[in-house]
């Protein structure tokens, strides 16, 4: 009797095991996937392209219908896009990125059945990295570099007013009176009434690293900041790179430290395979 039970216990088991199986949700995959090396125009084109482009840009993922596209992407892109990572939180391990230049750049184009969604395509683009591109990671902690964002010396320049100006007025007339070169990059940030806490946030997205607050500023505040990307040319007139604009024009300072952060390390990764 007691091994009649067992084996009506073992068969129920491979039943329930069977029955979740068949109930668990497929991995979203596109019905179809092209990836090509990405063309450029000439080998200067292309040069340019890196070098302004940073070590691991944030580039778009394109939804029309059911289409999904990414143009003149590198690998650690698309791991940054489909797992919303930045790019301090992406490493290779030793010899990955001998298989997987980092001036290799792709172009995607994918089809998928039923509606597209940006959350829908990040789970695709997840399952075609690890088949297309045999991605395989782990996630450890590690000490990553940071800023922290602290008041220089004279004080902080933020405005505590609540009427929705971002700067003192002298501020935006040396803005608009400065007359860059047709051409020249620059970025400006005009934002009222913001807590510390949220401009260390806004400041980690062009910083290229986490920023965090320790001012010691409590409030909200309001400011403009105008400055130059790092890896633009510079004009005799052109504003100051972003740390000397954060401390001539907010009176703050980038100091550098690290802190933990999980980390998604790339164990191995292949050239993608054929369409």
């Not at 394109?62 to 698309?78: A, E, G, P």
């Not at 075609?128 to 008041?151: C, D, G, N, S, W």
Request: one cysteine or more.
């Amino acid at each position: 009797m007691r091994s009649v039970s067992q084996a009506v216990l073992i068969a129920l088991t491979i039943v329930v095991a069977g029955m979740a199986r068949a109930q668990a949700p497929a991995t979203p995959r596109f019905e179809v996937a092209s990836i090509k090396p990405a063309t450029f125009p000439s080998d200067e084109y292309k040069a340019g392209f890196l070098a302004g482009g940073g070590n691991c840009p944030n580039v778009p993922l394109t939804i029309s219908d059911n289409r999904v596209s990414m143009q003149m992407v590198r690998l650690c892109s698309l791991i940054r896009v489909a797992y919303q990572l930045q790019d301090y939180r992406i490493a290779f391990a030793n010899g990955v990125k001998a298989i997987v230049k980092d001036d290799e750049l792709f172009d995607i184009q994918a089809t998928a059945t039923g509606e597209v969604t940006q959350d829908r395509a990040r789970e695709m683009l997840k399952a075609l990295l690890a088949e297309r591109f045999q991605l395989k990671f782990h996630m450890e902690p590690r000490e990553v570099p940071i800023y922290a964002l602290t008041v220089a010396k004279g004080g902080p320049k933020l405005l505590t007013v609540d009427d929705g100006n971002c700067a003192p007025a002298e501020l935006i007339k040396r803005i608009e009176k400065s007359s860059l070169p047709r051409g020249a990059r620059t970025t400006s940030s005009c934002k009222a009434n913001q807590s510390l806490d949220r401009i260390a946030t806004l400041l980690t997205r062009e910083a290229g690293r986490p920023v965090i607050d320790r001012t010691g500023l409590t409030g909200q505040y309001s400011y403009t900041l105008s400055w130059t990307p790092d890896g633009v040319s510079m004009e005799a007139n052109s504003p100051p790179l972003l740390s000397t604009a954060i401390q001539e024009q907010l009176g703050l300072k980038f100091e550098a430290i690290k802190a933990p952060f999980d980390v998604l390390v790339v164990d191995s990764a292949a050239q993608p395979g054929a369409n």
